[in-house]
């Protein structure tokens, strides 16, 4: 195996999900493990949340929930966007369940269902987000446009909140108000269907209201909080991070003061300086600017400055003065010693979060699952 990998700790995505499961019962569970489960894995990752007390598993495409299928996982699998219609058929072949919104969607998904067993779908209202999801005025209509489709069966009413990681945020009382009028409205018409869900993982984590039937939870069940302003409430503290980026060193030198090091010299030595060469770089999803930004990794249990700008397969470490031999074991994120990188620092420092810090781990990095 090349001498980099991630590590996915799957106690840790069990446990995370216990933790979700209790803190949001009796609402059940549904896990997110779209995107290759955020750069962990959807497959182990599914199975492992499913161990740990999910019960349902969500997805953004059709094609994830096929891939679910293809190793066997049988737990519902729910869509979380309305798949085009050349995507249906993989909807009814895969036995997902599917959020619609529209009427193109609906009819789309009844066609490819005629003759196979009914899809059970889950209406989707835009309560503020704006990304996806279908206007109060048009949620009745189309309740009944899928109630005169036999091959389909509406399921659920659900929205998705924009600003839940936000905890005072006034946005989520007036999101969950019209959710409200839209429950109220298919009641009224006598469509009302037995599941509601609206929280994702900050929503689940401290917005009890929300929970309803169904949590939908990504982020926390791989043991990062949602913002950071939900973790300085501590809302977010018993999860355990499920993912750590490791690496050995690959070259040592010492590099002689005056010098820099890689592409641009951008920071000239003060000292005769021992840099240790890594081999991961911005191909594998370490972002090129850490190195301005203050990005740091650890070595030796210490935590060490970047010496030069990130390059596409690898980087150098400012380690100073200290010996450092190839073979080492290096820590972008996650644990080593008593030192602790986790993926919401390196956020921080790049000006985004956490999410896309998992995500953006390349393919090119091998799992390695503990
Ligand atoms: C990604 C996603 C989620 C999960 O969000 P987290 O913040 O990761 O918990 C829930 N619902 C929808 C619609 C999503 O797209």
Same mark, same amino acid.
Not at 162 to 191: I, K, M, S, W, Y
Not at 309 to 317: E, G, H
């Given at each position: ?185 298919? @009641?009224?018409? +006598? &469509? $009302? #269907?037995? !599941?509601?869900?609206? /929280? ?5 984590? =401290?917005? %009890? ?25 501590? @809302?977010?503290? +018993? &999860? $355990? #991070?499920? !993912?750590?980026?490791? /690496? ?5 030198? =010492?590099? %002689? ?25 911005? @191909?594998?999803?370490?972002? $090129? ?82």
């Amino acid at each position: 195996m090349r001498p980099a990998w991630a590590e996915v700790d799957l106690d840790a995505v069990r446990h995370n999900a216990a933790l979700l499961r209790e803190a949001a019962s009796p609402a059940a569970l549904c896990a997110v493990v779209k995107a290759d489960g955020y750069g962990h894995g959807a497959a182990p990752v599914a199975r492992a949340a499913l161990e740990g007390g999910a019960t349902w598993l969500a997805v953004a495409l059709a094609a994830e929930g096929g891939e679910l299928r293809d190793v066997g996982i049988d737990a519902p699998i729910l869509v979380l966007a309305e798949p085009s219609p050349p995507e249906m058929d993989a909807v009814v072949r895969h036995r997902l369940r599917c959020a619609v919104y529209t009427e193109a969607g609906i009819d789309a998904l009844a066609e490819a269902a005629v003759g196979a067993e009914p899809v059970h779908v889950h209406l989707k209202i835009d309560t503020g987000m704006h990304r996806v999801g279908a206007p109060l005025e048009d949620l009745v209509p189309l309740a009944e446009r899928i109630a005169g489709h036999p091959s389909l069966v509406l399921e659920g009413l659900w929205t998705h909140c924009a600003v839940a990681d936000e905890p005072d945020n006034e946005l989520n009382v007036l999101q969950q108000e019209r959710f409200e009028v839209a429950v109220g409205a298919l @009641a009224d018409a +006598g &469509l $009302r #269907p037995p !599941m509601l869900h609206m /929280a994702n993982s900050a929503g689940a984590i =401290v917005h %009890p209201s929300m929970r309803y039937d169904l949590v939908r939870c990504g982020i926390a069940l791989y043991g990062i909080a949602p913002s950071s302003e939900l973790a300085a409430t501590g @809302a977010a503290d +018993g &999860l $355990r #991070p499920a !993912m750590a980026l490791k /690496a050995r060193v690959s070259h040592v030198k =010492v590099v %002689p003061r005056g010098d820099g090091v890689s592409y641009g010299w951008h920071r000239l030595m003060t000292e005769d300086t021992v840099v240790a060469t890594v081999p991961l770089g911005y @191909a594998d999803g370490v972002r $090129r600017r850490l190195s301005i930004a203050g990005g740091q990794v650890l070595i030796g249990g210490r935590r060490r400055d970047l010496a030069g700008v990130v390059t596409m397969d690898q980087l150098s470490v400012d380690c100073g003065r200290d010996e450092v031999a190839i073979g080492e074991e290096v820590v972008l994120i996650g644990a080593q010693g008593d030192e602790r990188i986790t993926a919401e620092e390196v956020a921080a420092l790049l000006g985004t979060i956490g999410y896309e810090i998992v995500c953006g781990i390349g393919p090119r990095v091998p799992r390695a699952y503990l």
